[in-house]
């Protein structure tokens, strides 16, 4: 009957802490979570976010309760005489319950993530050449050409500028095409919720759709070298006609440079290709 | 003073050839690649110098302890000379000893020692982020402390369970005299303290500044000092294969009679999870930095994207080694935890079975997860859900050993001694290392935290919340045996206390600003995330300082009160600790036979009054 | 003396050692160049100063422990030192003068051939206003990115007479001169450095002195 009690008292624990935590976790920290809702992608990952944080916090809540009751309830007295507890050395119904239960989360997690995944358009990670996860209906290409120790961004549609900038148009799919011209950069735009790792020779899409305007930070997320610290900037999402103003000033800036220019492409290979000298 | 005893295979003579090797190595590597191989003299460098002169050293550090003694006199077919088997006095704890006991001790000392430095680093870290863009180390030093940090730990931690606490206590948890091979067992542990010396040499050669992970093609235009990094891990890998080679086969042919697989203590049990990962993922990562060296002095194009060669492969390659790695860094952590609750809450382990199943589990299935490290690189985006899956799924044998833990604790009598204190936390950090695991096997969730302070904090709640916290309930609670002497619970428990506090008010508040935007390995950062940076520099210190308050316990414990503490302070059923502190050089008098369970709590013979496990002493079998 | 003396000693000797090494090692790792703080004059419409600096082919033994490493060097005070570490007054004008005496070797990424964030948007190679030089021209760049400031520096013709080999150079020697300005906006610690792959013998032409401070890379200290 004893062993009743300790069930139940942890059961209530979990079933009262969980009915507190899971409402804070939806309504207060949930929306609230990080990259934000600037763009379709990082509105995507806050959602699963948020769905993540909910599949665990019952779980969370039963170690902890269990945990904090066992040793309030289960602890030796001070001073206590040494006595053995009861030889239990399993309990099949409960091993099967946690396996049932834990399974059962992580099959709907992945298959979340999945779906998520797919709904999103790779909700801004970078996907490789071929994409799987794509918005159907027109894009605008933007690549992303990290160096050490700077990225660069091309426009393909705009004659191929190339600009030291980054400017989005606000409320347009973008398809980035990060690469690379020498080791591994990572291209993070955070508040967009965009990550690609830049490798050479690779073109690495990510898709992205901007809901507002405003400004947002650039970072290399992966080490490559000495300036990896400094390897940010700050790019800028305007709308369709400041873009239009700001991308023909591009142009017009960078003519003198424009002859040399390697033609577009999706990855480049510059000289020297090994050793230099 | 005997000088001639200065002439012998000691550690005197093993430094000077070791020095002497060094030379030798790096004049014969500027002979050589001279002429025959080009090595670009712009470049003021020369790698293969470098390396030879490592090997060299090596070869001379080693044969000047005497481990080319016994193969050579084997091989002339003459009777090898024993005196390795030198068993008395302090000496043999700086010399080649075959004793596992002394194994054990120099490797507890040893991995401490680097440990240090690689906490001296972590602290030099923080110091440098006090300030988002001001620097008291340059860019280049910044990287070189990074990289000897994480690699330093990663390289020292592998065997920082497994080194000290398998190699003293396993051959008797099993019932044996020794380990299947004695030599190969000194051998680890001289490698991977010749190798921890190379790896901190490469401060001199201009470090290296690709972190631990070494990703190419930066490795290959890195200066020497990165050498230093392949040399390091090269010898960690080969250390680490051997460590876990020689655990397998002691475990499966060294047994005491009775001592059933399932009979086996599940600190075992997860020694052997271990060593078969060790065994398989090392001689991947020797055979990666085999290629990057070549990479760097024969100019091969492995790594090189131009040159037909991909940085892919050296990430997959890497992260096949890698992602085993740091479940070799988890699983022990697992078996000291539940080696220690049945003994503080006086009950048998709960699920014993669930428990190995549990472990093996993670050891197979930490196969199959290693590209979640390139969610976003663009490699086989396909295969995405695959891998999210697979990582997903490591969260149910993780499970197994957390409901195991719990179940463990059920109706026990739980003493909150030091080890208790330090299992109990392994429990609450490993649930948050493991929660927070969950976002970054989550594809979208991934693609902010990848690469950000979140995945850094995450694996040093796993690594450090469960590696080191469960490093040191080892320490406290098997080091009496080890030495004889008790270590003081009153600053155990303040050790204990001011870690376990700093160490979540460092890692906590970084999961937070790692979701806030911040890059790992980044030696600036946005102003909005100073007031974040300077709380946690100021906990890292803390956590730096409760360390501290560890080595002077432990030190005033050890070396000046030296309290004996008897055969069985923890009135444990363990065979272990039926055996006198320290325990005999032979161990047993007699080999023991098992009967029954290795956890006998509470088992019939009235509560708690017999503290005897169920071990039946027979003759001992007849020596060959 | 009695065991727990000697142990007590033993003991504070570890305890010595270990602090030495420790300091010796954290004290390796913080010494850094001083900065070379540029002398300020008050010019018409706010401060300016005057930096000069030449990039050299190979260092010489004289000025660095990488003899055959490429470099930057500035003037301080008539003298030329290995110093790429500078302090410069915030809201100014910064008129620079290279002195450029290394050979071609031509940019990965040939859009960094335009200078950009420049007062005028130009810089004048031998008295000639430019704002592009050829990318396979170019030796160096010298490039404030935090600040949006990138000048391409054009080699000297691999044939030229009189070429410089040892540093530092004499004007005498086989050299461009490039004059350019840019204004330092707010305080701040901004890095500098090259994007040629002039780094001989390294993968790519990125290791060595261009990933080393002191040589192809700095800082600018704007206070």
Redesign the interface.
């Known amino acids: 009957m004893r062993l009743q009690g300790h069930a139940g008292r942890i059961a209530a624990l979990t079933v009262v802490g969980t009915a507190i935590v899971l409402p804070l976790v939806i309504f207060v920290l949930g929306p609230n979570m990080p990259p934000g809702h600037r763009t379709t992608g990082a509105s995507s990952q806050v959602n699963d976010n948020t769905v993540l944080l909910v599949v665990m916090t019952p779980f969370t809540v039963f170690i902890l309760a269990y945990l904090a009751y066992a040793i309030f309830a289960f602890r030796a007295a001070a001073g206590e005489e040494l006595r053995d507890g009861p030889p239990i050395r399993g309990h099949m119904p409960s091993q099967i319950a946690w396996l049932v239960v834990t399974s059962a989360a992580v099959l709907f997690l992945a298959i979340f993530g999945t779906a998520e995944l797919f709904a999103s358009n790779g909700a801004g990670g970078g996907e490789g050449p071929k994409p799987i996860a794509k918005p159907s209906g027109p894009v605008l290409p933007v690549q992303v050409i990290g160096q050490q120790w700077e990225f660069t961004f091309r426009y393909p549609t705009y004659g191929g500028v190339e600009t030291a900038e980054l400017v989005l148009p606000v409320n347009r799919q973008i398809e980035f095409h990060v690469t690379s011209l020498d080791v591994i950069h990572s291209f993070w735009a955070y508040e967009l919720g965009v990550k690609a790792d830049a490798n050479p020779g690779v073109d690495n899409v990510a898709y992205v759709k901007a809901t507002k305007t405003g400004d947002f930070q650039i970072r290399c997320a992966e080490l490559c070298g000495l300036w990896h610290g400094y390897m940010f900037d700050t790019g800028h999402v305007v709308d369709a006609a400041q873009f239009d103003t700001w991308i023909a000033g591009e142009r017009k800036q960078f003519t003198p440079v424009e002859k040399y220019l390697p033609r577009y492409s999706v990855t480049y290979s510059p000289d020297p290709q090994v050793r230099a000298g | 003073m005997n000088f001639r005893r200065l002439l012998g295979y000691n550690l005197l003579t093993a430094f000077v050839l070791g020095i002497v090797g060094f030379y030798v190595g790096w004049w014969l590597g500027h002979q050589f690649s001279g002429p025959s191989i080009a090595y ?6 020369n790698d293969i110098a470098l390396f030879l002169a490592y090997l060299v050293g090596l070869i001379g550090f080693l044969s000047g302890l005497g481990f080319a003694s016994y193969p050579i006199q084997r091989l002339l077919g003459k009777p090898p000379s024993l005196r390795e088997k030198e068993t008395a006095g302090t000496g043999r704890y700086f010399t080649l000893c075959t004793d596992h006991k002394v194994v054990g001790m120099q490797y507890l000392i040893g991995i401490g020692a680097f440990i ?1 430095v690689g906490g ?1 680093n972590a602290m ?1 870290i923080r110091f440098e982020l006090l300030s988002p ?13 990074v990289g000897l940090h994480g690699t330093m730990m990663m390289g020292m931690m592998t065997s920082g369970i497994l080194g000290p606490f398998a190699n003293y206590f396993l051959p008797i948890m099993i019932g044996a005299r020794r380990m299947a091979f004695p030599r190969i067992e000194a051998l680890t542990f001289w490698l991977l303290m010749v190798a921890g010396v190379i790896l901190m040499t490469t ?1 001199g050669y ?1 470090g290296f ?3 631990w ?1 070494g ?1 190419a ?2 490795n ?4 020497m000092g990165m050498d230093s990094y392949i040399v390091f891990f090269a010898l960690v890998g080969l250390s680490m294969s051997l460590l876990g080679l020689n655990m397998i086969a002691t475990v499966v042919t060294m047994r005491a009679p009775g001592m059933a697989w399932g009979r086996l203590p599940i600190f075992v049990w997860s020694v052997i999870a271990t060593s078969v990962l060790m065994l398989l993922a090392a001689p991947v990562l020797i055979s990666t930095l085999l290629m990057v060296a070549l990479d760097r002095t024969a ?1 091969t ?1 492995f790594f ?4 037909g060669g ?3 492969l050296y ?1 997959n390659l890497f992260w096949i080694f890698g992602h085993p790695e740091v479940y070799i860094l988890a699983l022990p952590g697992m078996g000291i935890l539940l080696e220690i609750l049945p003994v503080f ?10 428990a190995v199943t549990g472990m093996l589990g993670i050891s197979l299935l930490s196969w199959l997860v290693w590209q979640h490290h ?9 295969l ?2 695959f891998y ?2 697979s990582t ?2 490591i ?2 044998p993780t ?2 050993i ?2 195991c833990a ?2 463990t ?8 001694t030091v080890p208790m204190l330090f299992a ?1 936390a392994w ?2 950090n490993f ?1 948050i290392g493991g ?1 927070s695991g ?2 970054l096997s ?7 935290t ?3 302070f979140f995945s850094m904090a995450h694996f040093h709640y796993t690594i450090m919340g469960g590696l080191l916290f469960s490093f040191f309930a080892a320490i406290y609670f098997w080091v009496p045996k080890m030495t004889g002497y008790a270590i003081n619970e009153r600053f155990g428990k303040i050790h204990f206390w001011t870690m376990f506090i700093a160490f979540n008010s460092t890692f906590g508040p970084l999961l937070v600003i790692g ?3 911040m ?8 102003g909005y995330l100073h007031g974040g940076n300077t709380w946690v520099s100021i906990s890292a210190f803390f956590l730096g300082g409760s360390m501290l308050v560890f080595v002077g316990n432990f ?1 005033w414990s050890q ?2 009160a030296r309290v004996p503490v008897g055969a069985n302070p923890w ?1 444990s059923k363990s065979i272990e600790w039926q055996l006198p502190s320290p325990v005999p050089v032979h161990n047993f008098d007699r080999i023991p036979t098992f009967g029954a ?1 290795p956890y ?5 013979d009235g ?2 009054d017999s503290t005897a496990p169920r071990v039946v002493t027979a003759p001992a079998r007849p020596r060959p | 003396m009695s065991m727990r003396v000697q142990k007590a000693l033993a003991t504070l000797l570890g305890i010595v050692v270990v602090g030495i090494l420790a300091g010796i090692y954290v004290t390796s790792l913080t010494g850094g160049p001083t900065p070379y703080r540029v002398p300020v004059a008050a010019a018409a419409g706010g401060r300016s100063v005057n930096l000069t600096i030449q990039t050299v082919a190979a260092v010489g033994p004289k000025l660095a422990p990488n003899a055959n490493w490429v470099s930057y060097l500035v003037r301080e005070h008539g003298i030329w030192h290995r110093s790429t570490v500078w302090t410069l007054p915030a809201n100014s004008l910064i008129h620079v003068t290279v002195y450029q005496f290394d050979g071609k070797s031509g940019l990965r990424n040939p859009f960094l051939a335009q200078a950009r964030g420049l007062v005028g948007d130009a810089f004048t190679l031998n008295g000639k206003s430019l704002s592009t030089i050829n990318p396979d021209d170019a030796s160096h760049t010298f490039a404030i990115p935090q600040l949006g400031v990138l000048v391409p520096l054009a080699g000297v013709a691999d044939d030229a007479e009189n070429q410089c080999d040892v540093a530092p150079c004499p004007l005498s020697t086989a050299h461009n001169t490039i004059t350019f300005t840019f204004r330092t906006g707010k305080k701040g610690h901004y890095r500098w450095q090259c994007f040629v792959p002039c780094a001989a013998g390294f993968y790519y032409g990125f290791g060595g002195p261009m990933q080393t401070i002191g040589y192809m890379d700095g800082f600018v200290n704007v206070v």
């Open positions: 670009f003299a712009d470049t003021g460098q240090f001296l030099l863009t001001k620097q008291t180390f340059n860019a280049n030093n910044y990287l070189t402390i401060v201009g500044p690709t972190g992970t990703y093609p930066l290959d235009q890195a200066n100019q194009g090189n994207a131009q040159a991909s940085p892919y990430q809450a006086r009950k048998p382990l709960w699920g014993y079975r669930l390139l969610f976003v690189s663009g490699i086989n985006a396909d995405r859900p999210m899956l997903e799924l969260s149910l499970g197994f957390f409901i719990l179940g604790l059920w109706q026990g009598r739980i003493r909150f109990l429990l609450f649930l929660l969950v976002f989550d594809v979208p969730s991934d693609v902010t990848h690469g950000s979701f806030l935007g890059p790992r390995r980044a030696v600036t950062y946005a030190v070396v000046f009135a369970d006998p709590y509470g088992d019939g509560a708690g």
